[in-house]
Structures are given as structure tokens and as C-alpha cells.
């Protein structure tokens, strides 16, 4: 029945053309041309009613049939270019695991903070605690609780910069000790606190307006000179070498009584003198002393029951020294090829 074999050419040709299609586009118009309303089934459907029963039920037949096989026929190219497609994808974003990774550029500890760990190292060993107060401090602890009441000549040395009459940028990190011995009520302390201060200094080689200091404060039952000097001694050798010898000298300080200015021992030339030393073969590195009567009586402490000593060091002094740099402004300007200089494996 030719009906039939129209269907049945219909259906060859329509695989023959899905064949040849490359692409999404031509797909879909193909699809449109042997499935639509102008297609080879649409137009046998359209003429059904001119067929008897027999006819109807046989075409009828036929035509699904080869409606099935067109529609299998595009799936399976639909298919085809799906995966074609998704295969290019795969082929594009492929990982070479072959290749060189990517190099992290490693940080590195700040010296500053390498030389703060390395002192608090030594001191929570020892049994220290590390206390803190405020960078913004007020006068009252900055100075009148250390024995430096408004107009001292001392307080010259450590013009800071003011906030309003009582508040100020902390101009060294004593005030803790009075707010520990405040908090403490009386009992033994065993303290360093490390932290910025601020002066009212024009900034050059060995001067900033900003940085470091570490303080100590040592209280209890019969702690005395010689418990300063081991503390001290402890502190130079752990910082700049186990040959280390300190020198003690007469000092002036208003917290302190009696007051000593702390020299070490010069680690370039072992103390024979050279130009680091200026000859002398010490260096001065810290300040200290046996705390006032006036200073513990003012936080509270009974100076018959209780005494102690203090130190203050400067952070960056010890590091310049320590990694012998000349300049403190190499310490806040954060060159990476001058901080690269101080990496260390971690
Ligand atoms: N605060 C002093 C300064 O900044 C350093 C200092 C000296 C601290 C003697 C002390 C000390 O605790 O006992 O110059």
C-alpha cells in the first residue's frame, strides 16, 4: 500500500537527514520538518477521515510506528550531541596534574615580636605572669602612682601626647605596675608586661615616637638586690648570649630607690671594646631598681611586709642590638626585603 511505503520512506529519510545534522539548531528544524504540523505525518493524519475503517486502523498503525521510530531517531542524536558536548567541556577544564604548583610566599614573625616571644619565653619559665593595661593611659597611673607627681622634672623626659589634662598615649609601661599591684590587694606579684608607648620625640635613627617596652615587677617576702641581679643576668644572657656578664650602675629613677642603669657585656667584641660598644666593651640596655617605699604604699602595699624589684626594658633597643641594626625606623616601615632578613623556620 503506497500509503505505507510513503511512511516507510518518510522514516528512512528522516534518519538519513538527523544524521547529517551537526549541530543544536539544525536538529530542532529537522525535528520540526518530520514532526510538525507540515510534516509526511501531519499530512496522512489530516487525510485519515477520507479512509474506511480497515485503512484507518492500518495507516493508523503504520504511522505511529514510524512516528516512534523519528522520535527514537531524534533522541538518540540528541543524545549524541549532548555528550559531544560535554565531552569537549571535560577536554577543556582537564587538570594537568603534572603541572608546578603554585609557590605561597611565606610570612615571617615581626623581629620586634620574635624578640617579645623570646623574652616572655624566658620569663613564663621562670613562673611570671604577663599582665596588661591601657595604651591609652591616665595620669594618674602614667605618673603620679609612680612617685611623679604633676610637675617633676623627671616627667620632662617622658612628654607624651595628651588626649585632654588627664588622659594620655602611655609614655612606658610602668603604669601596670601600679594597676597589678591595685588588682593584686597587697599579695606577692611576679609580673612582666610587654607594650607600646608613645613619646613626644622627632623620630630618627634611635628615636620614635613610637615603641616598645617590657617591664617587670617582682614583689613578695625578702626579695632583694641580688634577686634583681639574677633576674637581670637571666634576661642578658637569654637575649644576647650565655657569656654574657651585666654591670650594675647607680641610676635615677622616681619609682625606683635605689635605681640602677643595667649594662651587658658587648656580644660583638666579648667586652675587649670595639666601635659597637664605643670602646668600653658594655652596652647600657635597661633600667631597674628596688620598688619605692612611696610607690607600694600608694597601691596599697605595706612596704615592711612586702618589697620587690622592677625593670623596664626597651624592646627595640634589645633587637638593634640583638640582630645589630642601626636604624629603628627599619622596625615600622615594614620593607619585606628588610623583614625577610629575619625569617626563621617555624
Ligand atoms: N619606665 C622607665 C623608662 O621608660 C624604665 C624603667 C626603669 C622601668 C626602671 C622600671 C624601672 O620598672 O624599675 O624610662
Known amino acids: 500500500m503506497s500509503m505505507k511505503e510513503d511512511l516507510e520512506?518518510?522514516?528512512?529519510?528522516?534518519?538519513?537527514?538527523?544524521?547529517?545534522?551537526?549541530?543544536?539548531?539544525?536538529?530542532?528544524?529537522?525535528?520540526?520538518?518530520w514532526?510538525?504540523?507540515?510534516?509526511?505525518?501531519?499530512?496522512?493524519?489530516?487525510?485519515?477521515?477520507?479512509?474506511?475503517?480497515?485503512?484507518?486502523?492500518?495507516?493508523?498503525?503504520?504511522?505511529?510506528i514510524t512516528k516512534q521510530g523519528i522520535s527514537d531517531a531524534y533522541d538518540a542524536?540528541?543524545?549524541?550531541?549532548n555528550d559531544k558536548e560535554i565531552n569537549?567541556?571535560?577536554?577543556?577544564?582537564?587538570?594537568?596534574?603534572?603541572?608546578?604548583?603554585?609557590?605561597f610566599k611565606k610570612g615571617t614573625i615581626h623581629p620586634l615580636m620574635q624578640t617579645i616571644e623570646d623574652m616572655e619565653d624566658l620569663f613564663i619559665g621562670q613562673g611570671y605572669e604577663?599582665?596588661?593595661?591601657?595604651?591609652?593611659?591616665?595620669?594618674?597611673?602614667?605618673?603620679?602612682?609612680?612617685n611623679l607627681p604633676k610637675g617633676h622634672p623627671a616627667r620632662d623626659m617622658q612628654d607624651t601626647f595628651y588626649i585632654d589634662a588627664e588622659r594620655l598615649l602611655?609614655?612606658?609601661?610602668?603604669?601596670v605596675q601600679a594597676r597589678t599591684m591595685e588588682l593584686k590587694e597587697g599579695k606577692p606579684i611576679k609580673i612582666i608586661c610587654p607594650g607600646k608607648v608613645y613619646r613626644r620625640d622627632a623620630d630618627d635613627a634611635t628615636h620614635s615616637h613610637q615603641f616598645m617596652q617590657m617591664e617587670g615587677l617582682v614583689l613578695g617576702k625578702n626579695i632583694t638586690m641580688a634577686d634583681l641581679k639574677g633576674a637581670l643576668l637571666s634576661i642578658a644572657r637569654k637575649m644576647f648570649g650565655e657569656e654574657r656578664e651585666i654591670r650594675l650602675r647607680p641610676s635615677y629613677f622616681p619609682f625606683t630607690e635605689p635605681s640602677v642603669e643595667v649594662d651587658v657585656s658587648c656580644a660583638r667584641c666579648g667586652g675587649k671594646g670595639c666601635p659597637t660598644c664605643k670602646g668600653t666593651g658594655w652596652i647600657e640596655v635597661l633600667g631597674a631598681g628596688m620598688?619605692?617605699?612611696?610607690?607600694?604604699?600608694?597601691?596599697?602595699?605595706?612596704p615592711k611586709e612586702i618589697q620587690g624589684f622592677a625593670f623596664g626594658v626597651g624592646v627595640e633597643r634589645v633587637a638593634m642590638l640583638k640582630y645589630g641594626i642601626d636604624d629603628i625606623r627599619n622596625f615600622y616601615t615594614?620593607?619585606?626585603r628588610f623583614l625577610d632578613e629575619f625569617k626563621e623556620e617555624r
Do not use: H, W
Open 9 to 33: 520512506r518518510a522514516l528512512e529519510d528522516a534518519k538519513a537527514a538527523f544524521a547529517r545534522v551537526k549541530d543544536k539548531i539544525e536538529l530542532a528544524n529537522e525535528k520540526a520538518n
Open 35 to 64: 514532526l510538525g504540523k507540515k510534516g509526511p505525518l501531519a499530512a496522512i493524519m489530516a487525510n485519515m477521515r477520507n479512509l474506511t475503517a480497515e485503512e484507518r486502523k492500518e495507516v493508523g498503525q503504520v504511522s505511529n
Open 77 to 81: 542524536k540528541l543524545k549524541e550531541l
Open 88 to 103: 569537549a567541556r571535560i577536554e577543556q577544564e582537564k587538570i594537568d596534574i603534572t603541572m608546578p604548583g603554585y609557590t
Open 130 to 146: 604577663i599582665a596588661e593595661g591601657p595604651e591609652i593611659e591616665t595620669d594618674t597611673y602614667c605618673f603620679e602612682k609612680l
Open 170 to 175: 602611655r609614655s612606658q609601661t610602668s603604669p
Open 291 to 302: 620598688v619605692n617605699n612611696r610607690v607600694l604604699e600608694m597601691s596599697g602595699y605595706d
Open 334 to 336: 615594614n620593607d619585606i
